[in-house]
């Protein structure tokens, strides 16, 4: 089999390889498809805090099931599926602790300990997968993933049905945040970018108050349009300096903000701002079984929208122009959102 592997600061090299073998709790999977997210691009350009290279990345697919393991019941050759990302130990502390996402001694697919989905075929532990509904195409079920990213956080949170919720970055990640925080009963959505192009796709999405930080004064608008006291929740999707203080900035006295995107290096915070004003600043990473089964449900029924997301697919062995496009601003601008590699 081929796969594509990370072996240094955006360098790729092409393998030749054993497919690789299952034992009796796995499943082998053909990969049909592979997204790529932000937090590959981090690793790509040598500034994911934990992912280094040689690895092979990919960690948003699906794929159909080729072979599985003695003590496999749930799943048979030829299911349409797509699965969590953590091999978890089961034993520390998260683990026991229902959050098996953090686990202190967890591998992860495409990221840590395991290579990813960059690949004709991946190796995963059954119990972290899940069959697609048949009415689901496999570029929706790539799209579980980031999707249950979102869920996840907005599950997480203190967040409460009427909330007024603002979202940071209108990227995938952040547009399907938006999505969520809708879907669980948010009574007002903002969502802000400085690329017009994905203010423009939130709107297409739905979401009225898509705003232009570039062109438009966040805090004056939230003082003017809805009142600082009146914006319960705010989850940052960029994770830069910028972004993250703009929330502590922007955010009510004794309120939460949420943390989904990767900073890419250590990032300066007002401190100040975090005592002052009793703020809740808190991290949210990947998801629980919980999450992933309501996204694939919420995507089935319609409810959670992601094919106006996916704006270029490519075929596996174009993996160079695709990672181009996903780093051109020029691309960025043009409206270019969720890019995937065809098998």
């Known amino acids: ?33 592979c997204g790529i997210c932000g937090s590959d ?23 159909i099931i080729a072979k599985k393991g003695n003590n496999v019941i749930d799943l048979d050759i030829g299911d349409r599926v797509t699965s969590e990302i953590v091999v978890n130990c089961g034993k520390c502390y998260a683990c026991t ?17 395991i290579n990813g989905a960059m690949a004709d075929y991946i190796v995963m532990e059954a119990d972290k997968v899940y069959k697609l509904p048949e009415n689901m195409t496999p570029k929706q079920g ?23 919720g603002l979202v940071i970055g209108a990227g995938v990640i ?47 608008w939230i003082d003017e349009n809805i009142g600082r006291d009146n914006l319960d929740i705010i989850f ?34 007002n401190l100040a701002y975090i005592q002052d004003r009793e703020l809740n600043l808190i991290g949210s990473c990947q998801y629980v079984r919980d999450d992933y089964i309501r996204t694939i449900d919420l995507i089935s029924q319609g409810v959670i929208k992601t094919d106006l997301l996916i704006t270029h697919v490519y075929p596996f062995s174009d993996y160079q122009k695709a990672y181009d496009v ?12 969720k890019v995937m590699m065809e098998f």
Not at 177 to 193: C, F, Y
Not at 237 to 246: D, H, L
Not at 250 to 261: C, D, L, Y
């Open 1 to 33: 089999m081929k796969q594509v592997k990370l072996t240094g600061i955006e360098r790729f090299a092409e393998e030749e390889c054993p497919i690789p073998k299952v034992n009796e709790d796995q499943v082998l999977i053909k990969i049909e498809i």
């Open 41 to 63: 691009v981090h690793s790509y350009t040598g500034h994911h805090p934990f992912v280094h290279p040689p690895i092979v990345l990919g960690h948003e697919y699906s794929g």
């Open 97 to 113: 602790h229902g959050r098996y996402q953090i686990c202190k001694n967890g591998k992860y697919l495409g990221n840590v300990g």
């Open 142 to 164: 790539a799209m579980v993933e980031p999707s249950a990213v979102g869920i996840h956080a907005v599950r997480m949170s203190n967040f409460r049905i009427g909330d007024i």
């Open 174 to 220: 952040g547009n399907l945040t938006a999505q969520a925080l809708k879907i669980a009963g948010a009574r007002r959505v903002i969502i802000t970018d400085i690329i017009e192009a994905r203010v423009e796709k939130s709107k297409e999405l739905g979401f009225k108050d898509a705003l232009n930080t570039s062109k438009v004064n966040l805090e004056k």
């Open 236 to 269: 940052d999707c960029v994770g830069t300096e910028q972004s993250i203080n703009i929330a502590v900035k922007n955010a009510r006295k004794s309120s939460q903000i949420i943390v989904i995107g990767v900073p890419a290096l250590k990032v300066p915070i």
């Open 326 to 337: 996903v780093l051109s601003m020029e691309e960025a601008e043009k409206g270019r959102m």
